[in-house]
Structure formats: C-alpha cells, structure tokens
T-cell receptor, first 113, second 114 residues
Framework: RKEVEQDPGPFNVPEGATVAFNCTYSNSASQSFFWYRQDCRKEPKLLMSVYSSGNEDGRFTAQLNRASQYISLLIRDSKLSDSATYLCVVNPQVGGSQGNLIFGKGTKLSVKP | DTGVSQDPRHKITKRGQNVTFRCDPISEHNRLYWYRQTLGQGPEFLTYFQNEAQLEKSRLLSDRFSAERPKGSFSTLEIQRTEQGDSAMYLC????????????FGSGTRLTVV
C-alpha cells in the first residue's frame, strides 16, 4: 500500500462547480497534513494545512479524519484559475521534527468555461 | 532574497555523463531538502541537510548520487554516470527548523538524459 494515495483524475468540471478530492495515508502516526497546488511544469506551493477540526480558506475547505486516515479538499465555485494538480501531503514524523514530506501522486483538476 | 533559486532550469545530457545542480535556499533557512519528481508522480524525498550536516538520505539516492552543503548555505546535487531513468525534475526546498508552513520550493531543475 502506498503511503499516500489519491485519485489521479483528471477531474473535468465546469466553472462554478463544487469538486472534492480525497486522499488516504497509511502511517497512523503521521502528524501533519497539507494540500499543495502544482501548476504545469512549476514547483509545488502550499495551499493549506489540514486540521482535525476542519479548516476553511475562502472557497477551499480541508478536512482530516484521523480514525479513517483520510484527508479531503473541497473547492466551491471553481474558477478557471483553479486548474492545476492538487497534491495531498503528509509529514510522517512524530513531532514533525524532520520535515521531509510524503506526497501523493496528485489529482489533476481542469475547470472549463 | 526572494526565494529558493535553482540552477540550471533545464539540463540535457547524454547517458553516462555527470551532471551537477545547484540550489540556493532562502538565506535564513537552516534546512535544505532535495526531492525528485517524475511525470505523473508527486515529489519524492531524496535527502536533507541541517546547516552543513546531511542528516538523512532516501533509499532512492543511489551511489551515483551525492549531495553537499559545504558551508551551510547553497547545496549541490551531483549525479554520476547518468541513466535515462534519472530524467526528472529535481526540486530543492528550504525551511527554518522543521516548520512546514515556511517550506519553500525552488522552481526545479529539469533533467533529460538522452
């Protein structure tokens, strides 16, 4: 079983749609969780951290379920500019002391006019 | 200092040649990481430094790979006797301590081995 698994997509949605991405991780001791965004041929950039209580940043909502080892990202009212690959990321280290991250393969989103 | 810079942006080399990449982290960041990303995959951890000390190496880092950070500032990643399977984007990231929120990636070096 891969350490971080995501549906690779692609997800093709119209502008204004709501889209949800899911991710599972295998290491139950993992401490920190993130969603990164990566545009084509660019470097990954931090989109948001993920907390058990759920957190929201504008149109983006992230959720963590530690019991199920499941992470989600919801994008509401999608824009053309949301088209990118979304990477689910886990820091497996206790206390996050090492800082090396485990990335999923990414889910490609394409928002169409 | 506007971010993490990597050089070169692109490198095409013949199989069997040696290549070296450079990463300049954000100046106050003491931790520096190297990742490799192939098409359709997420970045995979290779190695990291805290100041000049190389603290961890992934099993992906074969004997042909070596990384240095001699003065705790810039880092180099060398690949000897390149193989076609080494073709990938090599990403560098830096952070202060282990703070993930401050984890900044460079634009990467895209290596093509022909």
């Amino acid at each position: 079983r891969k350490e971080v698994e995501q549906d690779p997509g692609p997800f093709n949605v119209p502008e204004g749609a709501t889209v949800a991405f899911n991710c599972t991780y295998s290491n139950s001791a993992s401490q920190s969780f993130f969603w990164y965004r990566q545009d084509c041929r660019k470097e990954p950039k931090l989109l948001m951290s993920v907390y058990s209580s759920g957190n929201e940043d504008g149109r983006f909502t992230a959720q963590l379920n530690r019991a199920s080892q499941y992470i989600s990202l919801l994008i509401r009212d999608s824009k053309l500019s949301d088209s990118a690959t979304y990477l689910c990321v886990v820091n497996p280290q206790v206390g996050g002391s090492q800082g090396n991250l485990i990335f999923g393969k990414g889910t490609k989103l394409s928002v169409k006019p | 200092d506007t971010g993490v810079s990597q050089d070169p942006r692109h490198k095409i080399t013949k199989r069997g040649q040696n290549v070296t990449f450079r990463c300049d982290p954000i100046s106050e960041h003491n931790r520096l990481y190297w990742y490799r990303q192939t098409l359709g995959q997420g970045p995979e951890f290779l190695t990291y430094f805290q100041n000049e000390a190389q603290l961890e190496k992934s099993r992906l880092l074969s004997d042909r790979f070596s990384a240095e950070r001699p003065k705790g500032s810039f880092s180099t990643l060398e690949i000897q006797r390149t193989e076609q399977g080494d073709s990938a984007m090599y990403l560098c990231a830096s952070t202060l301590g282990g703070t993930i929120r401050g984890y900044t990636f460079g634009s990467g070096t895209r290596l093509t081995v022909v």
